[in-house]
Structures are given as C-alpha cells and as structure tokens.
C-alpha cells in the first residue's frame, strides 16, 4: 500500500522508526488495505495512520501524542482531518524529506534503523499546519511531496478523546456526508413544551445515494461541533476515563510486529514512564455522569424535518443534527441552533374564602392555582383536599417558601402551621391520565364539626359470594368513630358492564343528589368506637335473577358534602 514508518515518542526521549515497504503512492491495493485495517494488533492504539480509514485515540491532559505516515512519491494529494472530542486541541502537522536509499541498486531494503533515527531527530522538519481549537478542521493538499509526515497532538484542559482521517485519495473515497449549500438547522415552530426542526438533506443521500441518517442532539449547555464529541458528553464516566492497558503503546509485540525488537533499557523506561502517567490520570479528579435528561442524542432515520417534545417551559435548549453515514459510521455536523420555549400560560387564581368549600376542574396534565389570604391572625390552617377522580399532586406555599408537596387520593386533611398576614399559594397538578375534578376548603377556625365525613382507610364494598340468591345479595363495608350517615343505592347495568365502566363512574364526588330515587335502598347511621369493630352489613333485597347490578354507598357528612365509597359490581343467581 505505501510505506509507514511507526514512531512512538515518550516526552520527546525516544523516537523509533520502523520501515515496510510496499506499492508506490497514489494508487491503492485495496484488498491488502482491507486486510490491514482489520489487523488490531496493527491500527489499533498504535502510531500509524492508515490510509483511508478513522482512528480514535485518547490523549492525557498536558501529554502529547504522535502520529506518522510516509508519502513516498512527490504531487501526491493529502487528506488529514481531526476531530475533537469534547475538549480543545492543539495540533501540528509537519513533513521531514525522507533520506534517499542508500542500501543499494533500488533493492528495496529500508535504511538501518539508528541511521534513520539519526536523521529524523537532527531536523524538526517543515512545520504544514497548525490549530488550536474544539473545531473539526482539515489540512488538505492537491499536491504533496514526499517525505515522513509527522502529526502532534495536545490536549492542555483535560483527558479528551479524538478521531483522525487520513487519506491519500480524497476525491474517491468522501467517507463524511456532504453539506448542502445551507447547513443551517431551522427551529419552524415553538411551544411550551415542544420545537420543530428542519434542515436541508445532504447530497450525499438524496443525489449520491449513500445510505444516509440524522441524528438529533438536545441538551441545555451548548451546541456540540462534531457528534463524537456529544456522544463523549454522555458517557463521560465511559469515555474519558477508561485508562489503557499499562505499557499498551510501548509492548514487546508491537516491535516484533514489524521486525525488530527494542532494548531491555528502553522498555523499562518506556513502562516507568507509561505508568507515571497511569498514576496521574488516576489521581484527577473523577468527572460525574451527566444526568440522561441533561442530554440526549435521538436518531430519527432519513426524514429531516423533526419535533421535540416533553420540553420544559420556559427553559433555553440547543439542538444539534448530525448526519450520519451508516457505511462508514462517520459523521458531519450542520449548523446547530438555539431556542427558548415558551412560557406557561399564565393561570388565573381562584380566591379560597375561610371556610368555604370550592369545586375545582383541572384538564390532563394541567395545572390549577388557589389563594388563601385569611383576613385574622390564626395559628394554624386546616386545608381539606377531595379528589373525585385519579390521585391529584397537592403543593402549597406560605409566603413564598414551600410547606406541603403531596399526592392525594380520596379525602386528605392537611395541618399547616400558620404565621400573622401570611399568604397560601395552592397549586393542584392533574392526572396524566385525564381529567380531575376536586373539592377544596381551607379554614382557620379551630374545632367544630369537619365539612368532609371521615372515611376508613379500606373504603371498598364487601359481597359475600355465599349468600347471593336469585333475589338479594349481602355486602358489608367499612366506618369510622364519628357518627355518620350512611345511603346504599343500586342500578342494574348490562352483562357487558365491566371494570372500565366502573371505573370511569367512580367520581366519588358526584353524591345522592345526582342519582335517581328508584335507585335509592336505604339510608342508616353507624359508627363504633372501636374501630375493630366497625363494620356494618346489609342484605339487600327485590333483585331479579340473573341480573348485574351496580352498588353504590354514600357516607354524608355533618355539612352535607359526601363521599362515594368504591362501586361494587354484583350478579343475582340464575337458579335457586
């Protein structure tokens, strides 16, 4: 393929070079550089840069790595791209004239290594190009001479990670997915939790038919300028600090590989210094993970227009695209954009009167505000929280400062320490899964009877399977201490009546005022004061055979407001 001559440096003290020849430059053997692009004990970690193919690599921080590569044959075109990922480079590229062969008659035989190592050293050879940056950049040349190139690269911030490209073919190769003329990405609209992007295709999809993907990165911090570096983003933990096997770079083998076999000496120095370094990398300080919600990388196939959802309002979010081609798996960035999504619509707020009981409706997801500003000084504030429907999340604050975070179900009370001229903001969060209606009442009047009944923690309806008949069933529920009103009502519903009827009737706030009075059973009082024992049963009767019923019970409070118990679906006997 060409010659390469593979140079490991430590700290500028030792510089090998080792020589394989090959076929002359530009042309390429394409099955020996198949065949030596899947040779890992070759490519993999070593110092050579293959033509034609993308390396990674891993740099200390403050430690400087090398990379070399011959050209044998003048006005030869040069490709050398270098990624970054994640933290800024500096990187140089140089070229030293290669010594004319002197072992004779163009046999082909490289030069004795100390002799090359005497030349490469005495000249630091002609500087090509410099950077010093987080960019994708490129040094490119139509017409190249030959010689031994040499690339330097530093990392001064931190452990980074990078990728290389060389090659000598650049026209025919075109591993990276080509920009259209306008590489910008376009927020097309904006909500509050949701922004649309598009982007133009690159030609080498839709025009050259490469196999071509988008990928779209969002997080809160910054654009990314290559993908390598948003996938080093999220996995921080993974990509920067795995440490290399120690000695890796300066093995025993990677000499013999290529024929020759290094002093005892220099790979005792080459260890001490490897693992100086080891020791230095594991002494820094280690970098946390970044949360998954802080970035994330979503690949949506060959469509370029995309939405982003379950954004939070009001919240400044950078997306990045990235086209990707799946042959190669290498990637080109466009343009990325910015934009801030909007605002929560601003709720209106409901004044809660002392004492006073209010109906509330919140939409799915949605979210409802009460204020309570109570007219006297009071020592503390009894807030009452009926949910009808699903579990609602409660939030309230005193002058500001958070007192109370919960999620409800059924009837809660709440006793919150109160303060003179203090002010409530409640705040009620819905369900996700639909709609919720509520019952609120805040007071700070101490004592007297309570506006919702008591309800016991199991608030199910019990059918004794037993002693169903083809006319009556049993059912036993259960109470509390306090003396309350208990009414039992029933409605026949279809065989088809199942649990999801059941439960999208279950509004335990809708009470025997909505139901029809043919519907009505019976109305008692009962309590116990020991709540062991407090349990009632009723047998109800005048049901015809083979017939499904719903069962409902009300508990009625002192001030009229009530609670439905769970519905109880139960079927008559067909034959008795």
Not at 12 to 33: A, C, S, Y
Not at 194 to 217: D, E, F, N, R
Not at 229 to 248: C, H, Q, Y
Not at 544 to 566: I, M, P
């Amino acid at each position: 393929l060409f010659r390469m001559t593979w140079m490991c440096g430590c700290y500028g003290l030792v510089l090998l070079v080792l020589g394989v020849m090959g076929q002359k430059l530009p042309t390429r053997d394409e099955g020996l550089f198949q065949m030596q692009i899947r040779d890992k004990a070759l490519f993999h970690d070593s110092s050579v840069l293959p033509d034609g193919a993308e390396i990674s690599g891993y740099l200390f921080r403050d430690t400087p790595k090398r990379y070399y590569f011959v050209v044998e044959e003048d006005n030869t075109p040069l490709l050398v791209t270098l990624t970054p990922c994640d933290a800024p480079l500096e990187w140089r590229l140089t070229l030293q004239e290669l010594p004319e062969d002197r072992s004779g008659e163009g046999s082909g035989e490289p030069e004795p290594l100390e002799q090359q190592k005497q030349q490469v050293t005495a000249n630091e050879g002609t500087e090509l190009f410099t950077y010093k940056g987080n960019d994708v950049e490129s040094f490119i040349s139509t017409s190249s001479p030959s010689g031994l190139y040499q690339l330097e690269i530093i990392s001064t911030e931190k452990d980074s990670n990078f990728k290389i490209y060389s090659t000598t073919t650049p026209e025919s190769d075109q591993p990276y997915p080509e920009l259209p003329y306008d590489p910008r990405v376009d927020v097309t609209a904006l909500g509050r939790t949701t922004v649309t992007l598009a982007w133009k295709p690159t030609p080498t999809g839709s025009i050259m038919g490469q196999p071509i993907h988008y990928c779209v990165v969002i997080n809160k911090e910054h654009n990314f300028k290559s993908l390598c570096a948003a996938e080093a983003k999220m996995s921080l933990d993974e990509t920067f600090m795995i440490a290399p096997k120690p000695g890796r770079d300066f093995s025993p083998f990677d000499f013999a590989h290529f024929g020759f076999v290094p002093s005892e000496n220099d790979f005792k120095a080459r260890s001490l210094t490897t693992n100086r370094a080891l020791s230095n990398k594991m002494s820094r300080t280690y970098i946390s993970k970044p949360k998954v919600a802080d970035i994330q990388k979503i690949c949506i196939g060959n469509k370029n227009i995309f939405t982003v959802t379950d954004l939070k309002p009001d919240t400044q979010y950078y997306f990045d695209v990235f086209a990707v081609n799946t042959g190669t798996n290498m990637s080109t960035a466009y343009v990325g954009t910015f934009a801030r999504t909007k605002e929560e619509a601003k709720q209106k707020t409901v004044e809660l009167k002392d004492g006073k009981v209010i109906d509330v409706f919140i939409k799915r997801k949605g979210s409802k505000f009460l204020h309570f500003a109570p007219v006297s000084s009071h020592q503390r504030v009894t807030l009452f929280v009926h949910a009808c429907l699903d579990a609602v999340q409660v939030q309230v604050r005193r002058d500001g400062k958070l007192v109370l975070s919960q999620n409800v179900e059924g009837v809660r009370q709440f006793q919150l320490r109160g303060k003179p001229k203090a002010k409530y903001l409640i705040r009620l969060r819905g369900s996700r899964k639909g709609a919720s209606t509520l019952k609120v009442l805040a007071s700070t009047r101490a004592g007297g009877k309570q506006p919702f009944p008591a309800l016991p923690e199991d608030t199910r309806i019990k059918a004794f399977d037993k002693l169903r008949t083809c006319s009556s069933v049993t059912v036993a529920w259960l109470g509390t201490q306090e003396r309350n009103k208990y009414c039992v009502y029933r409605r026949e519903v279809p065989e088809s009546y199942g649990e999801e009827h059941r439960r999208r009737g279950q509004n335990q706030c809708a009470g025997p005022e909505s139901r029809r009075k043919s519907e009505k059973v019976l109305c008692k009082y009962f309590h116990s004061a020991n709540l062991q024992k407090a349990v009632t049963t009723e047998t109800i009767t005048g049901f015809e055979a083979g017939k499904s019923y719903l069962l409902d019970v009300y508990v009625v409070g002192h001030s009229g407001h009530s609670v439905k118990y769970q519905s109880k679906l139960v079927k008559t006997r067909k034959y008795c």
